[in-house]
């Protein structure tokens, strides 16, 4: 049994405010024709479909064409099924739209946990000459998605709801399973190495943090949410990652596809096939005559960093003479090196009581009162506790 690995794709993104239309359009094509070329049995995206859930025009278009191009494909050689769960980001009333009729097209999308105690993850069974593989799609659970089920008064967060609901689930641990899900991962307390694309985690004593622990007996996990590949702990328990850059922090990555193989129970292998970008993210560093030197005009989306110790005449547009997707400049040198120094020693002189009390003027415009302080230095005090 082969399949593609995929997740993120974030359709109707856009980076710095350019629109990545002709980018994501790229992506659909590397994925048709390495399928084409690689002919797998199934191909599994784990979330985050769209990049908003009220998704635009031109993203859910982009949906159609990827449908399109797959279901083409299917029909000159043979039928590949489509296996989809909604992430963080994704609607999952627009998501499904349609779901029933694209099942007879081979595609499968799974949108919510279940929502009713008779009901359990979606399941999807393929098959080899090795038997069956089970494919769980498990879409992106929060703790509230699940509480109103039999049993959950318990249920305070994401790794209280993905144990609850696997559960729940009778598994044969002799055939070959799949897990598809789009959460936050952790191995050992280990946790993944995130992007700025990312959308920023509400940390509150680890509510969204899963434990790979809850999930090593399957023979192989799709990871959707993060978006830099990686393994998590486990060779069998991956991110995938994106297929495009969506920051600046993605600009040294490697996009690819994932291939995973399954042979008998208990074989497994994992590669990638690397996808070459529409265009590509970079980083550049220099002295502006540096940087323009060359004469010629670069399309690729570039953050810079000047490092001219004088100051510049309007360095923006002689950049932009060269570079035609600039994503943001910035000036490193002594003084302003001087500068992020002196912000960051403040920083680490301040106290958490401090700290918030600079954090509340500003948010707030005024001082804490008495009452205020005595309160917050409770929490912190009860917090210190917890800690020990």
């Known amino acids: 049994m082969k399949f ?25 094509k590397s994925i048709t024709e390495m399928a084409e070329k690689e002919q797998p049995d199934a191909i599994v995206v784990a979330g985050d479909i769209y990049d908003r859930s009220v998704p635009s025009a031109t993203a859910m278009t982009l949906l159609e064409d990827l449908f399109l191009a797959l279901d083409e494909l299917s029909q000159r050689q043979k039928p590949i099924e489509v296996l ?13 739209y349609g779901s029933a009729f694209l099942e007879r097209h081979h595609i499968h999308i799974a949108v919510l946990p279940p929502q009713q105690e008779e009901e359990h993850i979606c399941k999807i069974v393929l098959q080899d000459e090795s038997g069956n593989v089970n494919f769980y799609l498990l879409p992106y659970t929060k703790p509230g998605m699940v509480r109103h089920l039999p049993g959950t008064d318990e249920i305070q967060t994401s790794n209280d709801a993905v144990s609850y609901l696997l559960q729940r689930e009778k598994i044969n641990w002799e055939e070959r399973n799949v897990l598809v899900s789009h959460q936050f991962y952790a191995a050992a307390g280990k946790e993944p190495q995130q992007c700025d694309s990312e959308s920023p985690r509400l940390f509150v004593g680890g509510l969204d943090i899963v434990d790979t622990n809850l999930i090593k007996d399957f023979d192989y996990v799709a990871l959707g949410h993060i978006h830099s590949p990686q393994k998590m702990g486990d060779e069998h328990i991956r991110y995938c990652g994106t297929l495009f850059p ?3 922090s993605e600009a040294a990555q490697e996009k690819s596809i994932g291939v995973v193989e399954l042979g008998k129970k208990g074989e497994v292998s994992y590669r990638t096939l690397p996808v070459i970008p529409f265009r590509s993210v970079r980083k550049l560093r220099g002295n502006l005559s540096e940087l323009i030197q060359s004469g010629e005009v670069c399309h690729d989306y570039v953050s810079i960093t000047l490092t001219d110790e004088e100051i510049l005449e309007r360095p923006k547009e002689q950049l932009e003479r060269y570079y035609d997707h600039i994503l943001e400049i910035r000036v490193e040198n002594t003084r302003t090196k001087k500068i992020m120094e002196e912000e960051t020693v403040d920083i680490q002189e301040s106290t958490p009581l401090e700290a918030f009390r600079t954090f509340f003027k500003d948010s707030t415009g005024r001082e804490m009162n008495a009452a205020e302080e005595e309160k917050l230095e409770k929490i912190l005090e009860e917090a210190g506790e917890e800690q020990k």
């Not at 593609?4 to 990545?20: A, P, V, W």
């Not at 989809?84 to 627009?94: E, L, P, Y």
């Open 84 to 96: 989809i769960i909604a992430g963080n980001h994704d609607s999952a009333m627009r998501l499904s």
């Open 4 to 28: 593609f690995h995929l997740s993120d794709l974030h359709f109707g993104k856009m980076l710095h405010g350019y629109d990545l239309v002709e980018e994501q359009q790229a992506m659909i």
């Open 246 to 248: 969506y920051s600046v």
